[in-house]
């Protein structure tokens, strides 16, 4: 049960009281994983007395892991709730023992007020990729110099060989081939024409690898290698080699599949030109400590990064420093997070007005399939998350049934106009083909009176 103490602006605290059922529940819990996961000498596997389990990981192991289930369950269902979206929380745990209740009050802030400007009546542009048998054949022609073979001549290189160089000189070297057809123009100037055993001069222009800026060099090879390419035909055979049982079952699949992602990438142009327009019309005041919040949470993300490629933040600090682009770097690092709260902020405002609810079941439901994906069990998901990164993916599951529902509210409200416009153009069709009609009788009638007339 929770209760709301207090709400001040942005600020809120609040007390939630866990029922004694509950608190045994997790005592029991936290007491049959020990049984089964803890080998004491001398007792079978979950034969092991309480007692001794305690005194082999500690009685505050047991009441910091009962601890820790009760936050991560009850802390965000008190946040759904009182409805309260919450920016980020200090949480302070009462004293806990089995057979009495457990309570805990949390501190923290809400996200600022929002106001979105109508969007109903938003026309969206963007849309799926016409897939036209110009860009099948095109993908074919793409699968057969993806499948090409190469023959080696004895001849003048050409522009789509394949060339075998070795590096000449001091330094690093070694031999490696060379696709003139995607090589840059300066490689394949320099070796369209030469010879199995020329020595050329590659003349290298200026340019930046990186945050490495290259001077413009000189590199001597010589050409060990001549290969042509050697496409396939386009033929059943071709199929076969790809495990397709003929050539029309592959322009089929193919096709097929080249509509499945043109439709993928429609439907992510429109969630992203319909956010940035919910963004640019949004009316909001952003607290500094939100947005340093976000930026901060970033700069980690990043340095968690690096260190996995075994490269240490100061370093790569002090290198940008010394390229002097450090300062643009935060810079970039600050308008990105700025972008994201905004973000977060319109599809959070746009859930509330739609009232956007997640149930526990579908909550617990998408747990269970994020830690199957991740090799985890949902308890070892959920302890990695914690109370507060399981409010946040809460939230986030929110936003994306916002979005999806407002998406499907204007594709209706599309179909609705586009069936109207049709009617309204068919209408238009048959009144114009009735007064052709009309006309025409008028026509004939003014003929024959006249004819009429003429005989008298």
Same mark, same amino acid.
């Given at each position: 049960?929770?209760?709301?103490?207090?709400?001040?602006?942005?600020?809120?605290?609040?007390?939630?009281?866990?029922?004694?059922?509950?608190?045994?529940?997790?005592?029991?819990?936290?007491?049959?994983?020990?049984?089964?996961?803890?080998?004491?000498?001398?007792?079978?596997?979950?034969?092991?007395?309480?007692?001794?389990?305690?005194?082999?990981?500690?009685?505050?192991?047991?009441?910091?892991?009962?601890?820790?289930?009760?936050?991560?369950?009850?802390?965000?269902?008190?946040?759904?709730?009182?409805? +309260?979206?919450?920016?980020?929380?200090? =949480?302070?745990? @009462?004293?806990?023992?089995?057979?009495?209740?457990?309570?805990?009050?949390?501190?923290?802030?809400?996200?600022?007020?929002?106001?979105?400007?109508?969007?109903?009546?938003?026309?969206?542009?963007?849309?799926?990729?016409?897939?036209?048998?110009?860009?099948?054949?095109?993908?074919? !022609?793409?699968?057969?110099?993806?499948?090409?073979?190469?023959?080696?001549?004895?001849?003048? =290189?050409?522009?789509?060989?394949?060339?075998?160089?070795?590096?000449?000189?001091?330094?690093?070297?070694?031999?490696?081939?060379?696709?003139?057809?995607?090589?840059?123009?300066?490689?394949?100037?320099?070796? /369209?024409?030469?010879?199995?055993?020329?020595?050329?001069?590659?003349? /290298?222009?200026?340019?930046?690898?990186?945050?490495?800026?290259?001077?413009?060099?000189?590199?001597?090879?010589?050409?060990?290698?001549?290969?042509?390419?050697?496409?396939?035909? +386009?033929?059943?055979?071709?199929?076969?080699?790809?495990?397709?049982?003929?050539?029309?079952?592959?322009?089929?699949?193919?096709? !097929?599949?080249?509509?499945?992602?043109?439709?993928?990438?429609?439907?992510?142009?429109?969630?992203?030109?319909?956010?940035?327009?919910?963004?640019?019309?949004?009316?909001?005041?952003?607290?500094?400590?939100?947005?340093?919040?976000?930026?901060?949470?970033?700069?980690?993300?990043?340095?968690?990064?690096?260190?996995?490629?075994?490269?240490?933040?100061?370093?790569?600090?002090?290198?940008?420093?010394?390229?002097?682009?450090?300062?643009?770097?935060?810079?970039?690092?600050?308008?990105?997070?700025?972008?994201?709260?905004?973000?977060?902020?319109?599809?959070?405002?746009?859930?509330?007005?739609?009232? /956007?609810?997640?149930?526990?079941?579908?909550?617990?439901?998408?747990?269970?399939?994020?830690?199957?994906?991740?090799?985890?069990?949902?308890?070892?998901?959920?302890?990695?998350?914690?109370?507060?990164?399981?409010?946040?993916?809460?939230?986030?599951?929110?936003?994306?049934?916002?979005?999806?529902?407002?998406?499907?509210?204007?594709?209706?409200?599309? !179909?609705?106009?586009? @069936?109207?416009?049709?009617?309204?153009?068919?209408?238009?069709?048959?009144?114009?083909?009735?007064?052709?009609?009309?006309?025409?009788? /008028?026509?004939?009638?003014?003929?024959?009176?006249?004819?009429?007339?003429?005989?008298?």
């Amino acid at each position: 049960m929770a209760e709301l103490i207090s709400k001040e602006g942005n600020k809120v605290q609040f007390q939630v009281a866990v029922p004694a059922a509950d608190v045994n529940r997790a005592y029991e819990q936290v007491w049959a994983g020990l049984a089964r996961d803890v080998r004491v000498p001398g007792f079978r596997p979950g034969k092991a007395p309480r007692k001794v389990l305690e005194s082999r990981v500690g009685k505050g192991y047991v009441e910091q892991e009962v601890r820790d289930r009760l936050l991560q369950v009850h802390y965000p269902q008190a946040a759904r709730e009182l409805k +309260l979206n919450l920016v980020d929380a200090q =949480i302070d745990p @009462g004293p806990l023992q089995s057979g009495q209740s457990f309570t805990f009050t949390v501190r923290g802030e809400t996200y600022p007020e929002v106001t979105l400007a109508d969007w109903k009546g938003v026309q969206l542009t963007a849309s799926a990729p016409e897939i036209t048998d110009e860009v099948l054949e095109r993908t074919l !022609a793409d699968l057969q110099e993806r499948n090409a073979t190469f023959q080696t001549v004895e001849r003048p =290189i050409e522009p789509t060989d394949q060339v075998t160089i070795e590096e000449l000189g001091e330094g690093e070297g070694g031999s490696y081939p060379v696709y003139l057809d995607v090589a840059e123009a300066h490689v394949r100037d320099a070796l /369209v024409g030469k010879n199995v055993g020329d020595e050329v001069e590659i003349t /290298v222009p200026a340019h930046s690898h990186g945050d490495q800026e290259h001077p413009e060099h000189t590199v001597r090879v010589r050409v060990q290698g001549v290969q042509t390419k050697q496409l396939q035909e +386009l033929n059943d055979d071709f199929a076969k080699s790809l495990n397709f049982e003929s050539l029309e079952r592959l322009r089929t699949d193919l096709r !097929a599949e080249l509509e499945r992602r043109a439709r993928q990438e429609g439907e992510a142009a429109r969630r992203e030109e319909f956010t940035g327009h919910l963004v640019s019309g949004m009316q909001v005041e952003i607290p500094q400590a939100l947005l340093d919040r976000r930026r901060d949470a970033m700069l980690e993300e990043i340095k968690d990064d690096l260190s996995r490629q075994g490269v240490k933040w100061g370093e790569y600090e002090a290198f940008m420093q010394e390229q002097g682009k450090l300062d643009e770097f935060l810079a970039d690092l600050a308008k990105n997070a700025e972008s994201r709260v905004r973000r977060d902020l319109a599809l959070e405002k746009l859930a509330e007005d739609l009232n /956007v609810q997640v149930s526990d079941a579908d909550f617990s439901r998408a747990m269970t399939a994020l830690a199957q994906a991740n090799g985890l069990t949902p308890q070892q998901l959920q302890s990695q998350l914690g109370p507060n990164g399981l409010n946040a993916y809460y939230i986030s599951m929110v936003r994306e049934r916002a979005l999806q529902q407002a998406l499907a509210t204007l594709t209706a409200s599309e !179909a609705q106009s586009q @069936g109207e416009q049709t009617e309204n153009a068919q209408r238009e069709a048959a009144d114009a083909e009735g007064t052709q009609a009309d006309e025409g009788q /008028v026509s004939t009638e003014q003929t024959g009176t006249e004819q009429a007339e003429k005989a008298e």
